[in-house]
């Protein structure tokens, strides 16, 4: 099928490039010439695993770039939005990009097109983008408006785009719902699984996914409710963690305790510095405000928020109470994206937190092995850039792990302890065990377990090594 895709940023560059890989003709459109000329230049615009193998595979073929929107339109069965939706000062979602894009199809339609919202956006979206189409002459029974949430995480989009939980389309007519059926075909009728060069899934991965057809107003706010319920899940887990630091308790062996009752699942139970991004915070945002304007009050979501933003003030505490005073202190700090595989650094609680230490007077040393380009646009003062973890902590009075990236669960410590002026790290990921951190002479903080310290450790080792020993 011919397939146009509206916005070739995370989401639409991820999706338009599976797309093509499922055997679609898709052209990709972006109003960003910059944007424009990498991608055609032959240039990956973002970090995402597997997605420079797919462009490659399809650049030129059957995957082209360009801004005009009218061309691709006209040649498409189906019109996919993926443009941004940020918030508004007030907490609602922006939706002018949508509403230009919708514009600008409306005027092209030639033929029956299947418009098709890939970004997240409040429920009624739909209704509003009909309205639109229908006011700028689009004959009503030459479209329909559908909804395709996308649930790709930054870091592995191209595989969750391929082995997802389930496919979720939203169409409010057979024939609309025919087509969205057609375009994913080849995944659920298992024939892409089967190809040789498809992109291998990962272990357990459901094969073929699982289709759930809603109405369009459905599945949009399935879409805000999964994020928000997310959101919720690590705000809770993060709840529970400043309990556990209040009475000496340690909130890994309480995960593990309530992940492994299959109604609550371990994932998305990882304490930290909370969440960020640039969906999980829009999200909450806007689905407070649509239940707002309905008439629900959803005072759960402002809980959720609140706990987020708390988890910042008490990981500087943490700091504080390791280092005492701020002003001065050089910090060494590992992570700046708002979380590992990605560049992405909107909305990182990462970012806060070094503008808050900046703030205090702590000159920063920063290394990540993905944000570093964004990261130097977003924070002037204060911080210098390193080229890697050790190059970072050079004279640094701690180490600071921010996000939690595969590369610094694996830090050689004797290394790291040779670069330090002071032995001491501060943990707001939870990445590693903190008696083998105390183990290699190191002070450990993190999040909702005790301070391990390597006094304590030689002394838990001591009877241990007796006991192998005899
Ligand atoms: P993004 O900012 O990376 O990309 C948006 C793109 O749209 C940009 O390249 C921009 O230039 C382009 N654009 C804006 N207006 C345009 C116009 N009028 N014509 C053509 N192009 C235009 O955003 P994103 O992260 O890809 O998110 C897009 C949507 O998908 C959002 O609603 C987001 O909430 C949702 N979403 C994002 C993720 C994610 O992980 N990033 C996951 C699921 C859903």
Avoid at 345 to 365: D, F, K
Wanted: include cysteine.
């Amino acid at each position: 099928m011919r397939i146009a895709v509206v916005g070739s940023g995370y989401v639409g560059l991820v999706a338009g490039a599976c797309f093509a890989d499922l055997g679609h003709e898709v052209s990709l459109v972006d109003n960003d010439q910059e944007k424009l000329a990498a991608l055609q230049a032959g240039q990956v615009p973002i970090h995402e695993i597997l997605l420079p193998e797919l462009l490659a595979r399809h650049r030129g073929k059957r995957l082209t770039f360009s801004d005009d929107l009218h061309a691709a339109v006209k040649e498409s069965a189906a019109v996919f939005i993926a443009v941004g939706t940020p918030p508004t000062e007030h907490g609602e979602a922006d939706l002018s990009y949508v509403e230009s894009v919708a514009r600008g199809i409306a005027t092209a339609i030639n033929g029956y097109k299947v418009v098709v919202e890939k970004s997240t956006v409040p429920v009624y979206t739909s209704e509003w983008i009909r309205r639109i189409l229908l006011r700028n002459a689009a004959a009503p029974d030459l479209f329909d408006v559908a909804s395709n949430p996308e649930f790709m995480r930054e870091g592995t989009a191209v595989v969750d785009f391929f082995y997802p939980d389930r496919i979720l389309l939203g169409a409010n007519s057979e024939r609309c719902a025919a087509m969205l059926r057609e375009i994913y075909a080849p995944m659920t009728d298992g024939s892409y699984y089967r190809r040789s060069e498809a992109i291998p899934g990962p272990e357990g991965a459901q094969d073929p996914p699982r289709l759930i057809m809603t109405s369009t107003q459905s599945a949009e706010l399935t879409k805000h409710a999964c994020n928000a319920f997310l959101a919720m899940k690590i705000s809770y887990i993060n709840a529970v963690a400043s309990v556990c630091d209040a009475v000496g308790a340690d909130v890994q062996q309480v995960r593990e305790g309530m992940g492994s009752d299959r109604r609550i699942g371990p994932n998305f139970l990882n304490a930290g510095i909370g969440y960020g991004g640039s969906c999980f915070p829009k999200d909450l945002k806007a689905f407070r405000a649509v239940a707002r304007e309905r008439g629900y009050e959803f005072r759960l979501l402002d809980e959720v928020m609140r706990i987020n933003e708390e988890q910042r003030e008490h990981f500087l505490k943490k700091v504080r109470n390791a280092l005492w005073t701020l002003r001065g202190k050089r910090l060494a700090v590992l992570g700046l994206a708002f979380k590992g595989g990605t560049d992405d650094i909107r909305e990182s609680p990462a970012i806060a937190l070094v503008e808050m230490l900046v703030q205090e007077g702590c000159q920063i040393s920063a290394y990540d092995p993905a944000a570093m380009e964004r990261a130097r646009q977003a924070l002037k003062s204060g911080v210098e850039f390193a080229g890697n973890p050790y190059e970072a902590a050079r004279g640094a009075d701690a180490l600071l792990i921010l996000t939690d990236w595969e590369e610094f669960a694996k830090l050689d410590w004797k290394r790291m302890r040779n670069q330090l002026k002071d032995p001491i790290v501060i943990d707001g990921r939870n990445l590693y065990d903190p008696a083998a951190v105390a183990e290699s002479g190191f002070t450990y903080y993190s999040m909702g377990r005790p301070v391990a310290s390597p006094e304590e450790a030689a002394v838990e080792a001591t009877p241990a090594r007796k006991i192998g020993n005899s």
